[in-house]
C-alpha cells in the first residue's frame, strides 16, 4: 500500500450579491444564509444555514436557529451551540462599490486526480448490514465486518443471518476497513476470528478511538491513513478515507477500482461538510434510523411525543440520503448499514416502537435522482466493468443459524456482577471535569427494580459515592443532570472494559431522565471516543465465533 496524494477541490464559482438596503438591524433570515446586522448596519457575520450535526437546514426563531432534523439548538449570539462545544464558523463575504456584499455561494466537490480510466473491472458484494466485500485486481477490501453474534451489549441483531462463506471472505480479505468504534462496525466477536496480523485500516482520529480500541484487541498491524488521503492497495485499486462533518469520530470511504468510483457513506452525519465526488457509479449509505436510544430510552417524553420523535428521525434519515444523491450524482445506489432487530424478549418494548425505514421507502426517492436502486442482497454480486453493471446471482448460498439470545445474555449476567466500588474507581479515574452530576441506578432487565446501590458523581466537585433511592436529585442550577437507569450487568461490562457508553444509549440498555433536556456532546464524547480501551479486554468469557465457526469444520479456529 502506499500514498498517492490528496483529493483535489473542485468549485463552480458562483457568488451571491445580496443589496445591503435590504437588510434589517438583527438576524436577517435569507433562504441559504443569516445575517447579523449591528445597529450602525454593519455586518456583524454571515453564517450558512447547514446545521453542523447531520446537515439539516436551521431554521430562525427569536436569536436561536433551530435544527428540525434532531432539535438542536444555535445561540445566534455567541454561534455556539447550546449542547457542544462545537461552534459556528462564519462565511467569507466582501463589499462592493454598489452598496452590496458578495458570498461566495459555490458547490464544492472532491476530485480524485489520480483516477485511472474504466479499463478493467470490479465487484461488490454485500454480506450484511455494513459488510462489503469489494475485490479488484487480486486484491481485497472488507468493511465493517459485523457477521454474527450481538451488537451494543445484546440489544442489536442481525435482522437476518449472514451466508455461509462471508467469514472465509472475512479471513481470505487482504484489508479490513472499520469506519469508527461502535460494535456493528467494530464488532469483537467477528473480528476474533482473523489472524492479529491482518492489516486494518481506520481513521486516524484524533482521539484515537478506534485505534486504540483494536489494538487492544490484539491487531499488531492497524493502518491510519489520514482524512483526504487517497491511498492505493495495488494498481488501479484506491480508497480514500473522509470524516463526517460534525464532532463525532464516524467516517465513510470512497474507493476507486479501475475507474469505477463508490462511496460508503457508513453512519457518517454530513460526510466532510458535502464536500464528495460526484457523477459517481455506486452509492451507499444507510437508510433505516433507529440507530439510537434517543428518543425512547429518555423518560422525558410521553409515548406521543416518542412517536413523533421516531418518525421525524425516519425523515431526517431520508432527507440525509437525498442530500448524498443530490450531491454525488450516482449511477447506482445500494442502502445499507442498517439491517438490524431487538430481537431479546427484553427489548419488546423498543422493538414494537422503533419503526424503521424500509428499501422501499427509498425507489421513488433514487429514480427521483435518475439512479438505479439495488436492493441489497448476500446472494448476488455486483460487478463493474468498463463502465457497466451487471447484477449476478450466486448459486447454492447457505446461511449460518439464527442464534439464541437468552444465550449470550444469560452469559453476561454471569460475566459481569454489579459492584458500586468498581464504579466509583472507574468514574473517578475518568479525568473528566465539567458542571455535570450523573447517577447509576442499576436495575434489572425492564428496569422497574434498582438491585445495588446508586452511585452518584458530580464531576466539577469531584465527589464521588453511593446514596440512597431518597437522595436521587432531578436538577441543580448551572449543572446537567442525569439519571441512568442501567441494566447492572451492562454497567459492569462498559467499566471493566473501558468501552463506549454510547454502546449503552444505543443499544436501548439504558432509561435516561435528563435536566436540561439537551444532548450531553461533551460527556457523551469523552466515555465515547477518550476514556476507552485503557485496561485488558474482557468481553466475555464464552465464545460466540466459536459457537458460529463449529457450524462448519473448515474453518479454523480463532486467534484469540
Known sequence: MKQLGQFCIEQEKLKLEIDLETLVVGFNNLKDYIINVGHN?????????????????????????????????????????????????????????????????????????????????????????????IECNGKSL????????????????????????????????????????????????????????????????????????????????????NFLEIMEITEGFQFGILKSGDFRDDSGIYICANGHEILLTVDANYLNSYVLPKNIDLLMTSFAGGASGFPLCYENYSEEEKKNVVKRNRNSIKASVINYLKLTFPNFYMPYAGMFSEFSERDIYIKERNIKNSFEDYQIITSEANAIAIQPESNKLIYFKDGQMQ????????????????????????????????????????????????????????????????????????????????????????????????????????????????????????????????????????????????????YSSYCGACTIINQNPIWSKPNR
Open 142 to 225: 472488507i468493511t465493517d465486518p459485523w457477521l454474527f453474534g450481538p451488537a451494543f451489549l445484546t440489544g442489536w441483531w442481525l435482522y437476518s443471518p449472514s451466508p455461509s462463506d462471508s467469514l472465509n471472505l472475512l479471513k481470505q480479505a487482504d484489508y479490513v476497513y472499520i469506519s469508527h468504534n461502535h460494535p456493528d462496525h467494530l464488532h469483537p466477536e467477528t473480528l476474533a476470528v482473523l489472524d492479529k496480523n491482518k492489516p486494518i485500516i481506520t481513521p486516524n482520529f484524533t482521539s484515537a478511538s478506534s485505534e486504540k480500541f483494536l489494538k487492544k484487541l490484539g491487531f499488531k498491524n492497524v493502518i491510519t491513513p
Open 391 to 538: 447484477l449476478e446471482s450466486l448459486a447454492d448460498v447457505d446461511y449460518l443459524q439464527k442464534e439464541d439470545t437468552s444465550f449470550y445474555i444469560q452469559n453476561l449476567k454471569k460475566d459481569f456482577v454489579y459492584n458500586p466500588e468498581k464504579v466509583i474507581t472507574y468514574l473517578m479515574n475518568s479525568q473528566y471535569h465539567r458542571n455535570q452530576i450523573i447517577q447509576i441506578i442499576p436495575t434489572n432487565d425492564n428496569f422497574m427494580t434498582c438491585i445495588g446501590e446508586i452511585v452518584f458523581a458530580d464531576f466539577n466537585l469531584g465527589v464521588f459515592k453511593t446514596i440512597q433511592e431518597s437522595e436521587l436529585i432531578d436538577k441543580k442550577e448551572g449543572y446537567r443532570v442525569m439519571q441512568l437507569k442501567i441494566r447492572s450487568e451492562v454497567i459492569m461490562c462498559i467499566i471493566e472494559n473501558y468501552l463506549p457508553w454510547e454502546d449503552m444509549s444505543i443499544g436501548f440498555q439504558m432509561r435516561v431522565t435528563r435536566i436540561p433536556d439537551e444532548y450531553e456532546s461533551d460527556f457523551w464524547f469523552h466515555f465515547t471516543n477518550n476514556y476507552i480501551a485503557i485496561e485488558n479486554f474482557r
Open 41 to 133: 448596519k454593519e455586518i456583524l457575520y454571515v453564517i450558512d444555514k447547514t446545521c453542523n450535526h447531520a446537515g439539516g437546514k436551521l431554521i430562525v426563531k427569536g436569536d436561536k436557529a433551530v435544527c428540525p432534523m434532531h432539535n438542536w439548538h444555535l445561540d445566534l449570539e455567541s454561534l455556539k451551540y447550546d449542547n457542544t462545544h462545537v461552534c459556528k464558523e462564519p462565511v467569507e463575504y466582501i463589499h462592493t462599490k454598489s452598496g452590496s456584499i458578495k458570498i461566495d455561494d459555490s458547490q464544492k466537490n472532491l476530485k480524485n486526480p489520480f483516477k485511472p480510466s474504466k479499463n478493467g473491472g470490479v465487484s461488490v458484494r454485500w454480506l450484511n448490514h455494513a459488510t462489503v466485500y
